[in-house]
């Protein structure tokens, strides 16, 4: 409990979390952090031996039920199957972690289609589809819930370079500010949490393992970044940043010209 700060132990015991993109960084130090707080896990992601892996060392710590649904989130109507998966299985969620995705870093028009398609059908699409259909359960079921959005300090505008990824995390957060006021009625919370740069395995797969000088500079630990998210989402905060530095660079974004902040953006993810 040590990252949850004033979050009493077992807050979230008798609830469920339903984790994308669990098997490593972010998503499995959320599974940790929730398993700290007696919350029982569905994980989801594709790497079936780390689920296994990350379930077992889950159960054997905090004594919570943990269930795992090894799938390819972007495949068309993945959201439907896992769905229909968890409701043969009984399990219902009160909480959703949208944490799956992916970038690239590279000029646009470098690479092909295919490549980008990847890009847009796990981060919106899969995104999209998943808090549909969880959103509608929940209401279904009369059942009060909280949402929370893994965007990134590049929902705030354009990136040069990670174009297609700055676009889909900037949809994460305008979706979701709208689905706030929508699901409010309902009694079901939307946080979305705007990570900065975190040492995970995000630019293994974005820029073969190189991140700039000045993306080390600030990086931060996925600790970090899930306790920022788990106390907003607990407060019922619409968005989080994490990180002053990162809140600080978006504030002074808003203080130039937007060319002007895409540019500097654009050489300091090059650098």
Not at 27 to 36: C, H, K, V
Not at 44 to 63: F, P, V
Not at 158 to 180: C, I, Q, R, T
Not at 213 to 223: F, H, K
């Amino acid at each position: 409990m040590a990252h949850n700060g004033n979050i009493p132990a077992g807050a979230l015991q008798g609830e469920r979390a339903l984790i994308t993109g669990a098997s490593s960084g972010i998503g499995a130090e959320f599974a940790r952090q929730f398993a700290d707080l007696g919350c029982s896990l569905v994980l989801t992601a594709r790497r079936k031996d780390r689920l296994d892996a990350l379930a077992g060392e889950l159960r054997d710590k905090a004594g919570i039920d943990v269930d795992i649904a090894a799938m390819d989130l972007s495949k068309p109507d993945a959201a439907a199957v896992l769905k229909s998966t968890l409701d043969e299985a009984g399990i219902d969620v009160d909480i959703i972690v949208n944490n799956a995705g992916f970038g690239l870093q590279e000029d646009f028009i470098e690479r092909d289609w295919a490549d980008w398609e990847g890009v847009i059908d796990l981060d919106i699409k899969a995104f999209t589809h998943i808090t549909h259909v969880f959103a509608r359960d929940m209401i279904a079921r009369n059942k009060k819930g909280r949402i929370l959005q893994i965007g990134s300090i590049f929902s705030f505008g354009g990136v040069p370079s990670y174009a297609v990824y700055s676009a889909a995390k900037s949809y994460v957060l305008s979706f979701s500010e709208a689905l706030a006021d929508e699901l409010a009625p309902h009694g079901i919370t939307v946080t979305t949490l705007a990570p900065g740069v975190t040492q995970t395995e995000f630019f293994d797969t974005a820029s073969d393992g190189k991140v700039s000088e000045a993306g080390r500079r600030i990086m931060q630990m996925p600790a970090e970044v899930v306790a920022d998210g788990i106390k907003a989402m607990m407060a019922g905060r619409p968005l989080v940043v994490s990180g002053w530095i990162n809140r600080a660079m978006i504030f002074s974004r808003r203080l130039r010209s937007r060319q002007s902040a895409v540019h500097a953006l654009g050489q300091a993810s090059r650098s």
